[in-house]
């Protein structure tokens, strides 16, 4: 190591005690177990689904629950303990309502709160955990907690801390505080596998709750990429984001979640659409995956932005040959006076085609008025600082893809031919596959929102992202189209059909393809999986989230509602400790209030993946890596001391 490095680091640590205490803290650190990494995919706006799952850490709350307390109580009371510690306020509110909050009741459940707390905070050092303490309770949650090998009556002492908690009435403070510690420290680290947004109502809140994580990062999905567009002002994109809001009863989530004024859009539409053929657009599908009836505004504006959408991606087709869509330019095959449209030298009635904005000699250029309000929505989805908060978070912690501690995490596939080998792409007119074409697309991705307004890279950036969401040979979504137009408008069914990528057939069996990828994205350890969400795993037809001989988990299992009739249940999660891999399957979620007042969790099957030989510790983690770095460092500096060359 350079001198002039050895100076910075000095700097830091001024003396040999200071670098060797860091040292011993060090490599403390690195012979602790490894903590639990918890992976969601797919969560599409299912706020208190979302929430539970977090709070209960995929059933880890409950598991450590029966490891502390065995059969010292019965099931009925470790139900309600672990109802409490996800819902302490909630749950205490109904405790009191009953009567139940006696002196006893407090003391029995102080007790075991902190019990569980000791437990899941074993692994980790004392300095992480005061850290997770607010300062104000620090002092007493630390004497509850820490082992005091010196005092003679332990028991007594404890008690005695209990009882007085209780006497001053900070009972209910500290069973919250030590409820919210539980909930933190059962989770290291959390993994969003992509699709955050659409269908669902709360996808803002979701983002909130992850601003927030202690330890988080995540993989864009194409439900992602969209709203990341429509942020960075690509019209394209916007249309698309409003259509789905549409589609599912959401549009408040832009109204009132983000503060974009949707009223010019309704005022367009009442005035353009009232008096057309709106029957394709009468009812909205709403999170629960019930279809209900539109009003006549939402339905006006549900058409009036569909056909902006075709319009506006139809010149984002047109000036990127590169990503050969032309065969989805379809106004310009509208046969009105017929009413049919010609597909792939086919031609298909249409449902209808009153499309009053529609130039028949120019159909993919807006009208004066679209052209207004496009200018208005672009203006008002760049300037919503709640939007921007959430997308510079995505872009923060989000990435095209991710290797962490030896597993490779993207949200859909990998493009491959039909023989299994790596699919090429021209796009951006480079020739790339698999790792190189994830980044390519990753770079053009964040010039979207970073570049300069009005340059060559950032409109290229957003049709990127515009391509990721629906593209051809988008690793994103992994389908040869997006067919929108055609379910909206042609009744034969053919037409509607989005074939899968040959990755999608050979994951199922072939452990070699498997190992192909992981190599390709330099994720080669012993225990390396493939973990990819974005395609429902259907359990009710024999489907399994394990895949290519156990090498790839797809935990897509249909965590939105909209998915649950067709999955049959509500959606995977995948834990990874330091003793081996499970997935966790879970029942439908009927609400938060139910959730609290029947002490229902949403836990079903637990399926263990795999035991590792030997239990993991944070020397063998990506950040154990780095840790032994910094170890090397410090010697190299403690060497320096020793040998004079700093003093």
């Avoid at 907690?145 to 801390?161: G, H, L, V």
């Avoid at 999170?287 to 549900?302: D, L, P, R, T």
């Avoid at 209030?593 to 035991?611: Q, R």
């Amino acid at each position: 190591m350079n001198n002039k490095y050895l100076r910075i680091l000095a700097k830091q640590y001024p003396t040999q005690e200071e670098a060797a205490t860091e040292i011993i803290n060090l490599e403390a650190i690195l012979s602790l177990p490894k903590g639990t990494e918890h992976f969601l995919t797919d969560v599409h706006g299912e706020y208190e689904q979302f929430e539970h799952v977090l709070k209960n850490g995929s059933g880890t709350v409950r598991r450590k629950i029966d490891m502390v307390l065995g059969d010292k109580k019965n099931n009925d009371y470790k139900k309600k303990l672990a109802t409490l510690i996800y819902y302490p306020k909630e749950k205490l509110e109904l405790i009191k309502a009953e009567g139940l909050n006696t002196k006893e009741w407090y003391e029995e459940v102080l007790r075991d709160l902190v019990d569980v707390l000791i437990c899941v905070t074993s692994k980790y050092t004392r300095s992480k955990v005061r850290k997770a303490i607010p300062e104000k309770y620090r002092y007493v949650i630390e004497e509850l907690i820490t082992e005091k090998q010196e005092i003679s009556d332990k028991e007594k002492y404890y008690k005695s801390i209990i009882d007085t908690i209780v006497r001053v009435q900070e009972a209910d403070n500290i069973i919250i505080i030590l409820s919210e510690l539980i909930q933190r420290m059962v989770v290291d680290h959390l993994h969003i596998v992509g699709d955050i947004y659409d269908r669902g109502p709360g996808p803002h809140r979701i983002m909130d709750t992850l601003c927030s994580y202690h330890s988080v990062d995540l993989v864009w999905g194409n439900h992602d990429v969209v709203w990341m567009g429509a942020a960075a002002g690509h019209p394209a994109c916007i249309a698309n984001v409003i259509r789905m809001s549409a589609r599912y009863g959401n549009l408040s989530i832009i109204e009132d979640a983000y503060g974009i004024n949707l009223l010019p859009l309704a005022t367009f539409a009442m005035e353009t659409y009232q008096n057309t053929d709106n029957s394709r657009f009468r009812l909205k599908e709403t999170s629960s995956g019930e279809f209900v009836h539109a009003s006549e505004i939402e339905s006006e504006m549900y058409k009036a932005i569909t056909v902006i959408q075709f319009k506006l991606e139809g010149e984002v087709i047109k000036r990127n040959p590169d990503f050969h869509m032309d065969d989805q330019l379809l106004l310009d095959k509208i046969d009105f006076e017929n009413k049919t449209v010609d597909i792939n030298q086919k031609t298909y009635p249409l449902l209808e085609c009153d499309f009053p904005t529609v130039d028949r000699k120019d159909p993919y250029r807006l009208s004066n008025e679209e052209e207004m309000i496009v200018k208005h929505l672009v203006k008002a989805f760049m300037n919503s600082e709640k939007l921007k908060k959430h997308i510079k978070f995505l872009y923060k912690k989000g990435a095209m893809y991710r290797v962490y501690n030896g597993n490779l995490l993207y949200h859909g596939c990998v493009l491959l031919n039909e023989d299994g080998s790596f699919a090429h792409s021209d796009i951006c007119n480079e020739d790339t596959y698999g790792r190189s074409l994830y980044e390519l697309l990753e770079d053009y991705a964040r010039k979207a929102y970073y570049s300069p307004i009005g340059s060559a890279d950032r409109i290229k950036g957003g049709d990127i992202l515009w391509y990721l969401w629906c593209g051809p040979k988008s690793p994103l979504y992994g389908r040869n189209k997006m067919t929108t137009f055609e379910r909206l408008f042609i009744e034969d069914k053919s037409t509607h059909k989005e074939i899968k990528d040959a990755y999608y057939s050979y994951i199922e069996e072939s452990a070699e393809v498997a190992d192909a990828i992981l190599k390709e994205f330099g994720a080669t350890g012993k225990y390396s999986h493939i973990i990819n969400g974005h395609v429902p795993v259907e359990i009710k037809n024999g489907q399994t989230p394990i895949k290519a001989g156990g090498k790839v988990l797809m935990i897509d299992g249909g965590f939105s509602k909209a998915y649950h009739e067709k999955t049959g249940m509500s959606g995977y999660t995948l834990a990874i400790d330091s003793h081996g891999m499970w997935l966790v399957q879970h029942e439908k979620f009927e609400s938060k209030v139910k959730a609290i007042a029947g002490e229902t969790d949403i836990l079903s099957d637990t399926l263990k993946v795999m035991d590792f030989d030997e239990r993991m510790y944070v020397r063998d983690t990506d950040n154990g890596k780095r840790l032994m770095e910094e170890v090397g460092d410090l010697e190299e500096l403690l060497f320096a001391y020793h040998d004079g060359r700093l003093s």
